[in-house]
């Protein structure tokens, strides 16, 4: 058995068999996924809601970024992390990742449809940006695949039909978060572009559409001139998973006390960790972890 301690003494890893064996992985109240530490940030807010929700997160290293992956690949992992929750009795699952749900949301929830399995979803928060925007001009920063995806375009036929939308795949920002880096030429070259459509398309508000952008969200405030607004939208995530949670539950359900957040990664578990301390070094609220290594087969 492997233990290790973070800079808070929050994060521990144990080590586990392979989750090949249906019974290796347990139920949870609420199962994440995302390719790697962005989906913590919605861990994080459904923890601060209620402590007491028993929440397992996948952390699918061995395949980050999804960002760069065709959309079939991250579709085909979404479903087969989902069935792993699935096959475990967790009944309410959260695709923590844009990407992710962009590329398999819809796919997974036809699936397990009939099963009553719930499925909360992750999308750039455009609708709110939109609404605050007093240019109608606003601008989505996204990966590569949530940018060129059908989905972010369906919810720009949707919701935003009045405002000028831009969307800008920030190569490389998700990883440099993933290595626990919250500084560097990535989220330069975002703020750079940015600020170039602030000053020529009068952009106000800015919708972050990925999961790991909550941690670089102070970064971008201080870099933005104060009248531009920014939205993230692991807090709107977090609050519907728990309005879910709370209705599924009965009444005399027993409220457990707060337990870690059991992350199961597929790549490799140390460097999961040491990123993880590296954000809390960079200042950022991480939620307690433990830290399972589960090798599982890329399909
Ligand atoms: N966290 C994922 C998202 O919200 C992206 C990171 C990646 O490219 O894997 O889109």
């Keep these: 058995m492997l233990f290790e301690s973070g800079r808070n003494g929050n994060v521990h890893v144990t080590a586990t ?3 090949s064996q249906q019974a290796d992985i347990p139920q949870f109240d609420v199962g994440l996924i995302d390719s790697g530490v962005g989906g913590l940030a919605v861990a994080r807010e459904i923890q601060n809601l209620n402590s007491s929700v028993q929440i397992g997160y996948f952390a699918d290293t061995a395949v980050f970024p999804y960002g760069d992956k065709n959309s079939i690949q991250v579709a085909d992992r979404i479903d087969f992390l989902a069935t792993k929750f699935v096959e475990a009795g967790t009944r309410l699952l959260v695709i923590a990742c844009n990407t992710g749900s962009s590329a398999g949301l819809r796919s997974i929830r036809r699936k397990f449809a009939r099963e009553g399995i719930q499925i909360v979803g992750m999308e750039p928060p455009l609708k709110p940006a939109a609404i605050h925007s007093r240019n109608k ?35 490389g920002l998700a990883s440099s978060v993933e290595r626990g880096e919250l500084t560097g030429k990535d989220l330069d070259a975002v703020l750079q572009e940015l600020l170039n459509l602030i000053s020529s398309d009068g952009v106000d508000s800015v919708a972050l559409g990925c999961s790991h952008y909550s941690f670089v969200y102070d970064q971008m405030r201080k870099a933005l001139p104060d009248g531009v607004k920014l939205f993230d939208a692991a807090f709107p995530v977090a609050k519907r998973t728990l309005e879910l949670w709370t209705k599924s539950r009965s009444s005399d359900d027993v409220i457990d006390v707060s337990n870690p957040i059991s992350v199961f990664v597929t790549g490799d578990p140390d460097g999961f960790v040491a990123s993880v301390a590296r954000l809390e070094t960079a200042g950022c609220m991480i939620p307690m972890v433990s830290v399972n290594p589960v090798p599982l087969p890329i399909n």
């Design 137 to 171: 001009s606003v601008a989505v920063v996204a990966t590569l695949g949530t940018v060129s995806g059908q989905a972010l375009t369906n919810l720009r036929d949707r919701v935003a039909t009045d405002t000028a939308t831009k969307f800008i795949a920030a190569s």
């Design 17 to 19: 068999n392979s989750i």
